[in-house]
């Protein structure tokens, strides 16, 4: 989870990069990812042993691929649009809170002080990078809707992470993803066909080719293995927490790049996020960790 919440870190800036020309839209960004992932994944089938999947699992794996996939990512892409950068990421700390009470509704995760308390923490730091960053954005055209957006965003994730918990124990990640991201592929293509057709294609130039392969590749079909390999074995609370390490990510890349700098509140922050998710690993684990099988149900 470390490694995909520092890949996803890198995507920000490299996605500002990519679209900041106007030659990408956001949308088709989205698009480059999803059905960049589907070839990639369904490339990656052809070397893995093929596994039978049911009707009934189909459904449920299309579910997963509109909570996880179109609903997350278009809903925040759409969401940044009407909204300040600010406040959007303001809104994503919220994630891991759904999180802990859906998982404590459906999955019967326990709410500890411990956790609650890490949750907390971790925010707090998240809150502390953000902030140095909200003078500088703009408010938006639509800010309710747009603020609506990504809080859509936010909890389709936590859904995902928690409905769909045990029910992924079920296949291998390479069976998961193809069918999610193809599900995904076909739900957005109607959205896209205009800004596909309207795209200037000529006018790409070599960072808009390798920053969208980054985020197609490296961002999007990498992290999403890890995120699969980290959802099967962790609670879904401690899943969500580290969402908490992408403004970490981002801060140090605008430090490389010498458009931020060390500060010892940037410092207290990264301790703050980290020992939040550390108080949360040490928790009380969830009965369901225990004594679910993987082929238990959703």
Known sequence: M???????????????????????APLLLTDFRIFGAAFLFWTASLFTKREHVPIADLIRLAIAGML??????????????????GEASIITTTM??????????????????KKAGGIAIGATGALMLVAGNLGTTSRGSSPILGDTLVLTAQLSYALYL????NFIKRYSLVTLMKWMFTFAAIA?????????????????????????LYIVVGATFG????VMIG????????????????????????????????????????ALVFGGVWLVN????????????????Q
């Open 96 to 113: 891991p809170m759904w999180v802990m009470m859906l998982a404590a509704i459906f999955l019967g995760e326990p709410i500890t002080l």
């Open 68 to 85: 996880g996939i179109v609903f997350n990512q278009g809903c925040f892409i759409f969401g940044v649009g009407y909204t300040s950068p």
């Open 2 to 24: 470390l490694g995909a919440n520092f890949l996803w870190g890198l995507m920000s800036p490299t996605a500002k990069m990519v679209m900041a020309s106007g030659v990408v």
């Open 223 to 226: 992290s999403y293995i890890l």
């Open 188 to 212: 957005i293509l109607p959205v896209s066909l205009h800004t596909i057709c309207t795209t200037d294609w000529q006018a790409f130039g070599s960072i808009h080719i390798f920053g969208s």
């Open 231 to 270: 959802q099967k074995i962790l609670r879904p609370t401690l899943v969500g927490m580290y969402n908490y390490v992408q403004p970490i990510v981002a801060s140090c890349v605008g430090i490389y790049l010498g458009l931020d700098s060390f500060t010892p509140i940037k410092i207290l922050a990264v």
């Open 162 to 165: 928690t409905l769909f918990r």
């Open 282 to 297: 040490i928790s009380k684990a969830a009965p369901l960790d225990k004594h679910t099988s993987p082929k238990s149900g």
